[in-house]
């Protein structure tokens, strides 16, 4: 089984250096420490410690060591033979240092693919609140009041509501339930001050 025998930075005769019995790469990190593998709850990581790197290796830090093989030959990287033996050494290594170099050549997991990522089509947006037309509420306004002033702010209301929904129908805006509330109202109260004058000059007509 062969194992990566670089290190960026050196040339071949600093990693024949670096070898150790049996040509098995003797590899060395940050200030000349193994690194210190292991994972929480993802791929295999080298960090780098002082003493780390003989840390005895749990069961989850073989089988992750192990997916990580596993992807590796999936993607081609190794032949079955090269894998079969690497898992085996994985299974049998007592040190997380051990699982280090089982992966030093391989890449943190299976290669994602690159997905395009379109822009999301207006159907699945959401519908954006459309602004409230303020005619339409000063003639809601109005047409309350009408109650506190005894019918008077009933002709506002009924302006402004015409003026509010005219408005609403050319532009979109919200609003259109307000005017027409201040709209029933303002013709409800002009209404009855047209009777309550028609009756009072009938009244004055009549006495005359």
Not at 35 to 49: A, E, M, N, S
Not at 162 to 182: F, M, P, Q, V
């Amino acid at each position: 089984m062969s194992y990566p025998s670089w290190q960026p930075g050196e040339g071949p005769k600093d990693a024949q250096a670096r070898q150790g019995p049996g040509g098995v790469p003797s590899w060395r990190g940050q200030g000349g420490q193994p690194p210190v593998w292991y994972g929480q709850g993802g791929p295999p990581q080298p960090v780098y410690g002082d003493g780390g790197h003989s840390m005895l290796a749990s069961h989850a830090d073989r089988e992750r060591a192990v997916d990580v093989l596993r992807a590796g030959f999936g993607e081609g990287r190794m032949e079955q033979s090269e894998f079969e033996k690497r898992v085996a050494r994985a299974y049998a290594a007592r040190t997380v240092g051990e699982l280090a170099l089982l992966v030093a050549d391989l890449p943190q997991g299976p290669v994602p693919l690159p997905v395009a990522v379109g822009a999301v089509p207006r159907t699945f947006l959401p519908l954006p609140v459309p602004k409230t037309n303020e005619k339409a509420i000063g003639s809601a306004i109005c047409g309350g009041l009408c109650l506190v002033t005894v019918g008077l702010t009933g002709l506002p209301a009924v302006i402004l509501g015409h003026s509010a929904r005219s408005e609403i129908r050319r532009t979109g805006e919200g609003g259109d339930g307000l005017a027409l509330t201040g709209l029933v109202i303002g013709w409800l109260a002009t209404a009855s001050w047209t009777l309550v004058v028609t009756l009072l000059l009938i009244a004055a007509l009549t006495t005359g």
